[in-house]
């Protein structure tokens, strides 16, 4: 029985050690129904898979959504968020990279408006 070899791409990428760690770009584009964001994320390339922590408030500093990414596998992330009928716009997002038990980056925050949709 042969031994499977994993497969690591030769992309010539520096990955950082955790310390090293963090978000380098924060994004968040409202789509053309007003309910809904587009977020994007980029992180500097890591040696070991960090955990995020995403808010996303209202005007009001009131939650309307969080998201926790757990180990995610690459450090380009897309995703979409729900307003969930919130209307107070500006909107704040704040992206938290961290390690269970060992370094936390320095939050990143992004604020973006929500035209009406009426």
């Known amino acids: ?36 964001v587009r977020v994007n994320i980029e992180m500097t390339p890591f040696q070991t898979r960090p955990y995020i922590e995403i808010l996303l408030t209202d005007s009001n500093d009131e939650e309307v959504a969080t998201a926790s990414i757990v180990e995610p ?26 390690y269970p038990d060992g370094p936390q980056a320095t939050p990143v925050l992004h604020t973006f408006g929500v035209p009406s949709t009426n």
Do not use: N, V
């Open 1 to 36: 029985m042969a031994l499977m070899d994993f497969f690591f791409p030769e992309d010539g990428l520096q990955r950082m050690t955790p310390e090293e760690t963090h978000i380098t770009s924060l994004t968040a584009e409202p789509y053309p129904d007003g309910e809904r």
């Open 73 to 98: 596998m690459g450090w380009k992330l897309e995703f979409t968020m729900h307003l969930r009928g919130a209307k107070a716009s500006p909107f704040k997002i704040e992206a938290k990279l961290f």
